[in-house]
């Protein structure tokens, strides 16, 4: 199918390979064959079935599919939040399927994977001012309060806000300012792996691109990163790949460019008529209505 998208779309020349990146055998996600069930007896109800992902180190992954389609439920598993019934999920190397609360609360404590929600307010205490809330992490690690107030200013300038921010509570910051705190505090601890939740789709369009642009700087500088949105547009241009969930399963997995350039699944190509960033011609309703009817694969 011709989507009649810019070739250039996602940020790269036709049939260019994505920078090589420095070899690194372990990445930095690795989820095999993830089943998730919620409820039990007659109420049980598959949220992820036979889910495998694998993100490289500094690599930049977009989870897109529509809501209920699974991709909180993976995020939650990746953070030991919900229990898979089968598979294995393994963090920077480390096989954390069966790690207990102890043993998770432990590896959030060293901050090897950092969880961003979609409304910046969550990861911020209200009652805390922004430099309190930024270097919470290193000192629960035991760090110092002035190594840590220091990272925090440099962290502040890398999303582009001014160490004036540090006094002020969560409260007196606008939404866009928030969120790149949020993703400054993600990055105190100097995390493998940040799990960012819609993390543009609640931002105008400036901060959008702003956000995405420093999203994109953090992938180049090593950081892995997997962008949750619902919006294939708004994460296109800065993932490297794209993995789309449809109803718990992994429909499509692929370069960004060729998933939004040449869709091979059928509900992919629905995801790619119904991104208005993308500036294609939309799928029309009875179409929408059918592809989103696709049996379960
Ligand atoms: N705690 C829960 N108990 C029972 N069912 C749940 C629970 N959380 C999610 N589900 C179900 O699992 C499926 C996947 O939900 P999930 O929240 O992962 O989807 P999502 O893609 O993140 O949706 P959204 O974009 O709306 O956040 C849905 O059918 C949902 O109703």
Request: aromatic fraction near 2%; charged fraction near 25%.
């Amino acid at each position: 199918m011709t989507t009649g998208l810019p070739e250039d779309v996602t940020g790269g020349p036709p049939g260019a390979e994505t920078p090589a990146r420095p070899a690194d055998p372990r990445p930095a996600l690795e989820v095999t064959g993830l089943d998730v069930h919620y409820g039990r007896g007659r109420g049980r109800r598959r949220a992820l079935a036979g889910v495998s992902l694998s993100v490289a180190p500094g690599e930049t992954v977009g989870v897109i599919g529509e809501t209920g389609s699974g991709k909180s439920t993976l995020a939650r598993t990746v953070l030991g939040l919900v229990r898979p019934s089968a598979g294995s999920v393994r963090v920077g190397g480390e096989d954390v399927t069966r790690y207990g609360n102890r043993r998770w609360r432990a590896l959030r404590r060293r901050g090897v994977v950092q969880y961003v929600f979609q409304d910046p307010l969550r990861s911020l205490d209200p009652d805390l001012t922004i430099e309190d809330s930024l270097i919470e992490p290193l000192l629960i690690q035991g760090r110092g309060r002035a190594e840590a107030t220091a990272r925090a200013r440099s962290l502040l300038d890398r999303v582009r806000l001014r160490d004036d921010l540090l006094a002020r509570m969560p409260s007196e910051l606008s939404g866009g300012q928030r969120q790149r705190v949020a993703v400054a505090r993600a990055l105190m601890s100097g995390p493998e792996l940040v799990i960012l939740d819609e993390p543009v789709s609640a931002l105008d369009s400036a901060n959008r691109v702003q956000v995405l642009e420093i999203l994109k700087e953090l992938g180049a500088a090593g950081t892995a990163l997997v962008l949750i949105s619902h919006d294939l547009g708004s994460v296109a241009g800065t993932a490297d790949r794209i993995a789309v969930l449809h109803h718990g399963a992994l429909v499509e997995t692929g370069a960004a460019r060729d998933v939004v350039n040449r869709p091979a699944h059928p509900y992919t190509r629905l995801l790619v008529g119904s991104a208005p960033t993308l500036r294609t011609a939309s799928a029309d309703r009875a179409r929408r209505e059918a592809l989103r009817a696709l049996p379960h694969t």
